[in-house]
DNA sequence: TAAAATTAGTTGCTTTTGTCAACTACTTTG
DNA sequence: CAAAGTAGTTGACAAAAGCAACTAATTTTA
């Protein structure tokens, strides 16, 4: 017996009685669920089919064409032939179905107000937050290229996020233990000792309010740049998200007219070396060392900015 | 139009079709979902009389008397008279209503299998997380107390979180500058310097695997201990977690021999200073500061500890 | 390009689901 | 101990939903 399952599971149930969409009149109205979400789908899509309505909602369509039927007869929606096949008719929301809907939205919202009114500001936005999540989680089955946010500016927050981040992430993926992140600590108090806002940028991705990526350009003598802090939360891999954040890095390189940009790495952390590569650096100096009684190869990629 | 409850409804039209109970036969089973809730309420219970499932699962009583009553040939449930009430009778599941049960609920296993199989495993954390939220939130209307974890070893991760922490609270409740999260940075870069797991401890509140409060103990010279890094995500005071926390940390001390613990804190930061006056902490030195363009007093506050 | 297959929607008929009210047998209350 | 109330049953009925046969239009196929 799985847990997490038998967790969701649970959810679900929890969920159903919350809904309360077992009751056969939606929101004391004298229409049903059914109903209501047959008058909701087509005022979405503005104009629609019976077909395309049965296929959406799953409903038989003889049941759907008696539905139609009594609206037409109420009013609530009408029906205009399709001229592109004569077989079918395009459903519209007439003024007062349109009212009906709106109506409805209201009370629906009034109940939610009610059960969520205790809740302050932050809980709220926790709750949606969480909401988004398990739909994101649910409905691609994983997270979309469309829900990451990009950003540049520092907010209060962000650096200890990062170096939670850095922690967090090279903690479970190479095992590095928190002295890692007490070196982290170190490079990032010194960036901000001499942080240059015109000069250096730290460049977030964002999924639901949370850093889930991040890559830095520091300027360094001589119209030189160093790239640092590139990390990426291994669940947000593969969304494009790293290359995003590389090149913008990279065209902010190019706009302040750096001429080479270079980036400092181990042969430990290889994850993202392909990237490194593919955005155009090259391997330019790797020397073995021992430290943590480990051996490996500090190494150094340049990318030289010819313009 | 409340932006919070529409997204709220927009989930709970997702989530409503995602449970997909709209359909007659629950996971295509000869049961209906009300058939199935009803059986699932038996089984509970142990043993329930049908009045208490009528209130339960809001179904009328008639109806739910002719279910129960095919239920009873199918051989699915047993009634007993009760002998406290001869009109009631207890109803129990009896082995092949368990063995209905348990196929059905193997079945809805595996259909939420099927829809988080393509979740790695930190995503169905996430999502398990996130579900936790949503019900907590909306069912207590507010966090619980039995939903915080406390623990005092630190992971990687940890220390940047708390730096998080700092920036983002103070950020908002004093609006303090990026410039306060980089002191912060170098207090626990120091404290790491010469951090002695013997001597010193760091406890954290969490809630979801989050950090939501935390504090510190430093060991100081002459047997005196520094109580530091004091801090609670707004959502989530009123709990006693500070209480609990403060305690844990006086606790330590005692049981370090420490002779006197200490805390210096600002006028400028006055949302603690309740607690640390009930945990027995005096004021003990004040200082008029004039910095960052404001005027305002640098406290100490010191609790002997005589034992 | 004409016949066959498919599709959008309607209608008749049926089952399933749920509601309401009257009733029995028992229990509680004043 | 009579009146009021409650647990559960039953009959009658209404609403919700499913199934299959049908029409009229469209698409596919040979």
Redesign the pocket.
Known sequence: MNTITSKIRSFNRFYTAHLDI????YLDSE?????IRILYEISESNSI??????EIL????????????RFLKENLIE?VT?T????????KLTNSGNELLSILNDKSENKIEGKIEKLNSSEKEILVDSMNTVRNLLTENKIVREDIVYRHEITPGDIGYIIHLHGAIYGKEYNFSTDFEKYVIKTFYDFLEKYSPENDRIWMAEYNNKIVGCVAIIHQPNQEAQLRWFLLDPTFRGLGIGKKLLTDAVDFCKEKKFKNVFLLTTSLQNKALEMYKMAGFELTQSEEVKEWGKTFYEERYDLKLSN
Do not use: C, F, V
């Not at 799953?58 to 039927?69: A, C, P, Q, T, V």
């Open positions: 077992l009751s056969q009149h229409y049903s669920l059914t109903e089919t019976a077909q395309k309505i049965t799953n409903l038989d369509k003889g049941y759907l064409s008696r539905i139609l039927k029906k399709s592109e096949d004569k077989r079918a008719s395009n459903i």
